[in-house]
């Protein structure tokens, strides 16, 4: 329904793990330069947004992984913002191979931050106009992600200089950090993630005290959940459901 | 001397910090990319270098920045492997803007690490002669890193899954990540790198509990020196100096 917007991107080795498999956080910094370079093409990049006093945040993003991509390997990343209401736009990223099959889809919500006062604003149309997405009325209901169970593992988190970007927060990619690191080493080259959701509910900034809580999830059997956890709050929920590597 | 090899990098966003300057720690990586590109290219890639029961490792890096790139800058770099003796192999780096101008260098030192037993081997004359570097008999001293002086700063670090490269430890360029989080977000804001030397002294693998520990330096007032140890021994150690950001 909106515009749609390609980038291409050959996946560098340093931003692959050690068995070669694209670091998903990273793919997620992929898919969140195209829709901004796609803002940029259409004349309402950052600056513009910020002269409204916004900047853009994520709520939610849902993840489905077929394959991912290796190093060394070519890529195209598509987004298409499909649709917005007063408070939410809703947006989907394709990620193909270089034969143009489907590899990974993500479907994020979006918000607009008042900088100055760190709550959510309305969608201005001056924004939103250009991608000719839809207007609808609805919020869209992301699917729910499993409560967390027993923990598994529960991790102090040291929030590196990097972790934040240029809206002075922990980016949105780095709870999937977190959260993968919430599995073991052993683990982690076993499995291949296939789904994942995450669920922002409070920025954390540099200087807080930060604790990851895994527990396995009692929906599915191959699933784990995850909290993010500062100053007594859930910042943010996560699900992820795994595959044999 | 040795035969050159250059490749163009355009920085994406999101290896910028939160002042969009290029991270220094992923400009290492970008650069051992290169030289990995260039071994590639003459017939000794990794697979090869693993037939010998082999693996690369870093010793040493010096770096001289005049300028980091920004975000969506297009720079160039390029590698030459300039001399070799028995033990080890001098690679130097030039990052040079889209004018061609130079904005950094780094001579780094690489040695063969053998994988089974992970001790250094020699260097063979199959893998290094297609670099056409020259044969030189003395090893090269490199300069001297401070000692530690009055520790500003300790951290425990907890490594991350993704810290850990294909040879199954620490990369090396993590270990600066490391290092310069020894500065506050406030100083890391407010200045930059000018200079930066690492010593590597003994590989740390996952699981290992880390700690850092920043000092000022007691030859330079805008330079910091940093030590990383596990297990009581002192696994790299860096010395950075800085300008006013």
Redo the contacts between chains.
Sequence with gaps: MGKQFTEVFHI???DC??T?SL?VP?LI??M??TS?EQSKELGVHNDFVSSFGLTWVITHHDMTIERLPKADEQITITTEAESYNKYFCYRRFTVRDSEGDTMITMDSTFALMDVEARKMGSVREEIIAPFESEKIKRIKRAEKIPPLAEPIRQ????I???D???N?HV?N?VYL?WM??G?T?KE?IERKPVRMLIKYNKEIR??QSVIGVTSQSITNDHGTVHHILSNNEICAEGYIEWAEG
Tied chains: 1, 2.
């Design positions: 560098p080795y340093y793990d050690t070669g670091k990273t910094k992929m969140i330069k901004g991790k102090e988190i040291g590196r200089y990097w934040i970007d240029g002075k980016n990619a950090e993968m690191d599995l080493f982690l540099y200087g």
